[in-house]
C-alpha cells in the first residue's frame, strides 16, 4: 500500500480496521507493506485532481438568500 502523508487520511483507525478485515477474510495475506511518500517529494495521480477541485473552488462565487 502506498499512502500519502495527510494524517487525516491515510494515518487513521478506519484504514487500520480496513486493512484487519481484509487479513482475516483473505487467506492468502500474508505480509501486508505500507509505505508513506515524503512530503513535498511525491507525485500522486489523485493530488492533481484534488488541485483542480481546490482551485475551481477557490474561484467560485457563493450565493446566499438571506431572510
Do not use: P, W
Not at 500474508?30 to 488541485?51: A, P, S, T, W
Amino acid at each position: 500500500m502506498f499512502s500519502d502523508t495527510c494524517d487525516g487520511e491515510n494515518r487513521n483507525q478506519n484504514v487500520v480496521a480496513m486493512v484487519m478485515c481484509a487479513v482475516q477474510a483473505i487467506d492468502d495475506i500474508h505480509i501486508i507493506q505500507r509505505k508513506f511518500l515524503e512530503k513535498g517529494q511525491n507525485y500522486m495521480e489523485c493530488d492533481v485532481m484534488h488541485y483542480a477541485i481546490e482551485f475551481v473552488h477557490k474561484k467560485s462565487l457563493l450565493f446566499c438568500i438571506s431572510e
